[in-house]
């Protein structure tokens, strides 16, 4: 509740559904001060529609690395679970995409909600853990698709 009010969620993509009910971003009063109005995050509702969703696209992919690092931050049996779960994740069966959504972002809240600091500040460390794994394994694919332009080249001018 903020100051007595309930608030909702109305979220356009995967990533969103996850982070906006739980850690939101803080709103801004201007241009000028950006940021400066923040509660304890407390959606009451969140509405979801993930026939308008593309369950595919980066910003799904941006959900799948949210809910692993939650997972990460939690236990080995939702790991487990979002392992067992990874092929349809990324295929995009809505169902699954479904559940794996609620479980998240329900374990993200009671993270959230914890009375323990660590544990509260396990949230975002799982996604900062996550993001630089990704960031070094693009870096590495770039710097291999850089390194081979001749090669590329070459298999293009014998075709």
Known sequence: MVWGSLS????????AVIV???????LDIDADHQRLVTTKPCARFCFADLEVMDLCDD??????????????????????RIWDRADNLSSGVADIVAEQLAESTKTRGRLSDSSAIAIQQSVPYGWVFLLRRFVRLFQLISLFLHSTPMLCVSRQESL
Not at 9 to 14: A, G, I, K, R, S
């Open 8 to 15: 909702a969620t109305v979220p356009l993509d995967l990533a």
């Open 20 to 26: 906006s009910s739980i850690t939101p971003r803080a």
């Open 59 to 80: 910003n799904a992919k941006v959900a799948q690395v949210c809910m692993v690092a939650t997972a990460m931050s939690d236990n080995e049996a939702e790991f487990g």
